[in-house]
């Protein structure tokens, strides 16, 4: 079985004879292809840098917040004697 799913494989990229590619692989970069493929880009980016943003944020929150909590417990407050 998988001698023929190789030779049919080989086969297969042996007939291709033209490979299709985006326009920043042909080097038209005033494309719009090649447009919206940074603006693509980018978008994720952002959306990945505002993910990231707000877990940093996450934790200066629970810091902040235990830092509160921890200088306000009862009965932790000391008594001159």
Do not use: Q
């Not at 079985?1 to 299709?20: E, N």
């Not at 980018?42 to 929150?61: D, E, H, K, Y």
Request: glycine share 8%; charged share 15%.
């Amino acid at each position: 079985m998988s001698a023929k799913l190789l030779t049919g494989f080989i086969l297969l990229t042996l007939a291709v004879t033209r490979a299709s590619a985006c326009a920043a692989c042909f080097g038209k970069n005033d494309s719009p292809m090649a447009k919206g493929l940074n603006a693509g880009i980018f978008s994720l980016l952002a959306v990945v840098g505002a993910f990231w943003i707000l877990f940093g944020s996450f934790f200066v929150f629970i810091a902040r917040r235990a830092r509160r909590v921890a200088s306000s417990l009862p009965g932790e407050e000391t008594r001159d004697v």
